[in-house]
């Protein structure tokens, strides 16, 4: 990423950040344009519905971070349903509405903030922290349970307003507490998302911080701010914007190809390969093209090895979550080659000793960028796992047997089958018949027995699909545009 790009994202959140609390500092100074605009029903009907709508979108991008099998989606979908949901409480409890005068709406925003940080800090995490890993195995509950803990919340503190004033976080010195801790997260999470987008580039990730920054103006105008002032209104403002600039990220990243609702209708295919071949998002193709722009000869070789992969999973009866697993996770298997350098990637002859440990260190690498993008341990698995043997010697780990992921033996063969019967820099294609010979002599030692039967059923009942996937370099290949190129390269 050229300098100029990188300068950019450092002064852009740090001036979408100061500019709106410059604003209200003048507007708190300037006293005649710091006018009182006192509208309790005012107030209610925007926060309450803004807050309502933005709760439906929480659920609809928690929906779709579970069909794409991202767990940083989900997260982010958690952060703003928390942001949302009690919102809707500060609405709902505006003075002299429903309920009589409290501390109450207080309570609620900085509460809203104050979780919504917390689960933005998770989605900035890795996805090994265990933590993480405890929560993406009840990922299925997580909407509904949150959601559902949220909403008694609400209901309890309408209800018993009293008691939840107890909480005095919205008074001298918790709120300040709350407030450095909120903006502590704030920071933390904005700092990995901005390593992240320098890393990967992607909308999400630059919008992540963008929406990060407008938070800690909105907790600093929330806890200084004088109510029903024109400088106290910005708050609200921010916190709508913050909202609106995250959901722009994540329709960008997920939904720029085509419409949405014809991009939100492929995440519900049943069928895996269709989904593999039409829910590729723009985040995963620029992984893609961004490893084989740089090797001309592994055209495809992506694609086709989660294609191999995925047919051969279904032909050992894995499930369909594994099945989905296996197609995001074989379609950027290498991904990790972007830190190997053109010299050795792309050699003709024989590797030195040093090369090929260069080479071998490519699963690690990455192993590393994907945990930082919310892929789940399945994929994670196949990435670090598919150079693995059965008999132990393979890398990076040197795993054996049915210590190496399930996903990533079965991704091994296809690997292989596939890097056997494409042309390489050093050697020409094999036919099928060779590269059959190859694998089935590798049963037990390389390959695991149970993959190469299924392998050698699928080859024996569609040997048709083996071939005309091994044809299809053209096809199967994500040729980017110019832009894409120059984005890639830079």
């Not at 309790?40 to 794409?68: C, D, N």
């Not at 695991?448 to 370099?473: H, I």
Request: glycine letters at 6%.
């Amino acid at each position: 990423m050229r300098v100029k790009e990188r300068t950019a994202l450092l002064l852009g959140p740090l001036l979408a950040t100061t500019i709106p609390l410059f604003c209200y500092e003048w507007l708190r100074s300037a006293h005649t344009a710091d006018v009182s605009i006192h509208s309790p029903s005012g107030h209610f009907y925007i926060v309450s519905i803004i807050a309502a709508l933005a709760t439906l979108f929480a659920v609809a991008v928690g929906i779709t971070g579970y069909r794409l099998r991202n767990i940083k989606v989900e997260f982010l979908a958690l952060a703003y349903l928390s942001l949302a949901e009690l919102f809707i409480l500060h609405g709902l409890s505006t003075p002299g509405l429903l309920i009589h005068a409290s501390t109450l709406p207080g309570i609620a925003s900085q509460l809203s903030i104050l979780l919504a940080v917390g689960w933005l800090c998770l989605s900035a995490a890795p996805t090994d922290l265990p933590l993480v890993r405890w929560l993406a195995q009840r990922r299925r509950f997580l909407m509904p349970v949150w959601g559902s803990v949220l909403g008694l919340i609400c209901v309890f503190a309408f209800l018993m307003p009293a008691a939840v004033e107890s909480l005095h976080i919205n008074q001298h010195p918790y709120k300040w507490i709350a407030a450095a801790l909120t903006c502590a997260g704030c920071l933390w999470t904005m700092f990995h998302y901005r390593q992240s987008y320098l890393a990967a580039g992607f909308p999400v990730q630059r919008a992540i911080v963008y929406s990060t920054g407008l938070l800690i103006a909105s907790q600093y105008i929330m806890i200084t701010g004088e109510a029903w002032m024109l400088s106290w209104w910005l708050y609200h403002v921010l916190v709508l914007a913050s909202m609106v600039i995250m959901l722009n990220g994540l329709a960008r990243q997920y939904f720029s190809q085509g419409s949405f609702s014809s991009s939100l209708k492929v995440l519900f295919k049943s069928d895996p390969r269709a989904w593999l071949e039409a829910c590729i998002t723009p985040s995963v193709r620029a992984l893609i093209m961004a490893t084989e722009v740089r090797d001309a000869y592994t055209a495809g070789h992506n694609m086709r090895v989660a294609l191999y992969a995925l047919r051969l999973a279904e032909e050992m009866g894995r499930s369909s979550e594994e099945l989905r697993a296996i197609a995001q996770g074989g379609v950027v298997h290498d991904v990790g080659k972007i830190k190997v350098p053109d010299a050795i990637l792309n050699k003709p002859g024989k590797l030195s000793p040093e090369e090929r440990s260069m080479i071998e260190r490519h699963p690690v690498w990455g192993y590393d960028m994907c945990k930082r993008l919310g892929f789940f341990a399945d994929e994670l698995s196949i990435i670090r796992s598919h150079h693995e043997k059965w008999d132990g010697t393979g890398y990076p780990d040197r795993l054996a047997g049915e210590r190496i992921p399930v996903l990533a033996r079965i991704t091994a063969v296809a690997d292989v089958y596939d890097a056997l019967t494409s042309s390489r820099s050093y050697r020409k294609a094999m036919s099928h018949e060779d590269a059959m010979a190859i694998i089935l002599e590798g049963s037990g030692t390389h390959f695991d027995p149970a993959c190469v039967e299924g392998w050698t059923r699928l080859a024996s009942s569609d040997s048709r699909f083996l071939l005309e996937t091994a044809a299809s370099d053209r096809t199967l290949r994500l040729v980017p545009s110019e832009a894409e190129k120059t984005s890639v390269v830079s």
